[in-house]
């Protein structure tokens, strides 16, 4: 991989060294130009390119199922991932006294929707973390006969921990449950085949790892449980023959777009299609394998300037985030000097947060852990004074 190349479909990087993909990434330049492409479009033509603009759409979810490993019928746009999960937890056939498990360390949009349940005499159990780590044990001893759904992120936002997908996957598929993952915080960074791993909902969005638009997102759905199902939602273009639009027949499609309940936003569909197409140009081995070594570099730099890490290191627990903190200074403190230096890091969880992407360098990391150590160098010697 050239990174000199592909820094410059990040125009960001003449501005400020982004450590926060985990939170909102910059735009390559490639999305935003398609994003805007279209606007001046609709601008200038009006629908008079509509057709092009649908064939733009299947080209992007084309693009995003070969990331993620999947069928292009198995995927289907959203608003947010928040949207993805309230589709996957409004849809599965719930009983009166059914169950669902989350975990402690889950981001909102993977709590609310399943609380949200109550109404329907569905419990949502809470696992506890431990050390920041979630025990596939814990899963296991939660479960039990009337355990119908367990839902948890690829990678946990606050620290990073990257939960077993295949492990809590096979559990799910021995005990008769559904498997939801919010997959915001690892698509885009690590890979994955959603056609060998043994989940069945996944949800996410393209403004972190897919430096995407806001404002838009993506659930998969794995085929063989779409006639379980009970869409919650429908719309018009949740049916076949959708523009038919005076021949009233509620047939679902037999696909993942039954879940499009009505008009798609395509300047972002297109925009998402241009940045997918990216990180697949630069491979999604190559990109995992460098954010997992910027997080290294990252993690002997703070060692060295006596930070704590927070994230766990231990071998597939690991992914593109960094949590550290520090006993004398507070991390609202190394964020906003930083942040001075136009070094993007946000505080999680009473900890630094970074998160590097593939188009960072090592150098960028070296730069933001000196700015770091002597924020906690001039911190300490006030505290000592």
């Not at 693009?63 to 996957?88: Q, S, W, Y």
């Not at 043994?198 to 779409?226: E, M, Q, S, V």
């Not at 379980?228 to 037999?254: C, H, N």
């Amino acid at each position: 991989m050239d990174i000199t190349s592909v820094r410059q479909e990040l125009p960001a990087v003449e501005n400020l060294i982004h450590l926060n993909h985990a939170g909102v990434s910059p735009m390559s330049r490639r999305c935003a130009e398609a994003v805007k492409a279209h606007t001046d479009d609709v601008l200038h033509n009006g629908t008079r390119h509509s057709a092009q603009w649908r064939r733009g759409v299947e080209r992007s979810r084309q693009r995003l199922a070969r990331l993620m490993g999947a069928d292009p019928a198995e995927i289907a746009f959203t608003k947010n991932t928040t949207h993805g999960i309230i589709i996957a937890a409004n849809s599965i056939p719930w009983r009166d006294g059914d169950n669902v498990i989350i975990t402690d360390l889950e981001f909102p949009a993977n709590v609310y929707p399943w609380l949200s349940l109550e109404r329907r005499g569905v419990e949502t159990r809470i696992v506890k973390h431990r050390d920041g780590r979630i025990l596939v044990d814990d899963v296991r001893e939660a479960i039990d006969a009337r355990t119908r759904a367990v839902a948890v992120s690829w990678v946990e936002f606050s620290n990073g921990f990257r939960n077993n997908m295949h492990a809590l996957g096979e559990l799910c598929r021995e005990r008769g449950a559904y498997f939801v993952v919010d997959a915001i915080q690892g698509l885009g960074a690590l890979q994955i085949g959603v056609a060998d791993a043994p989940l069945d909902f996944l949800a996410g969005a393209a403004h972190k790892w897919l430096l995407g638009p806001t404002g838009f997102g993506y659930l998969y759905c794995r085929t063989a449980i779409l006639d379980e199902l009970v869409p919650a939602m429908v719309g018009w273009r949740s049916v076949v023959d959708a523009d038919e639009y005076l021949d009233y027949k509620l047939e679902l499609r037999p696909d993942a777009g039954r879940f499009e309940e009505g008009g798609c936003n395509y300047a972002s569909a297109l925009g998402l299609g241009e940045a997918v197409g990216l990180l697949l140009e630069v491979g999604p081995t190559e990109i995992e394998r460098r954010v997992l070594r910027l997080t290294d570099v990252l993690i002997e730099e703070l060692l060295r300037a006596g930070f704590e890490i927070r994230s766990s290191r231990a071998s597939g627990e690991r992914s593109a985030i960094v949590s550290a903190g520090h006993s004398q200074v507070a991390p609202e403190v190394v964020v906003a000097a930083l942040v001075r230096e136009n070094m993007i890091a946000v505080v999680r969880d009473g900890a630094v947060r970074l998160s590097p992407h593939f188009y960072n360098t090592e150098e960028e990391m070296h730069q933001v852990v000196a700015v770091m150590r002597a924020t906690c160098s001039v911190g300490a010697r006030a505290a000592a004074s």
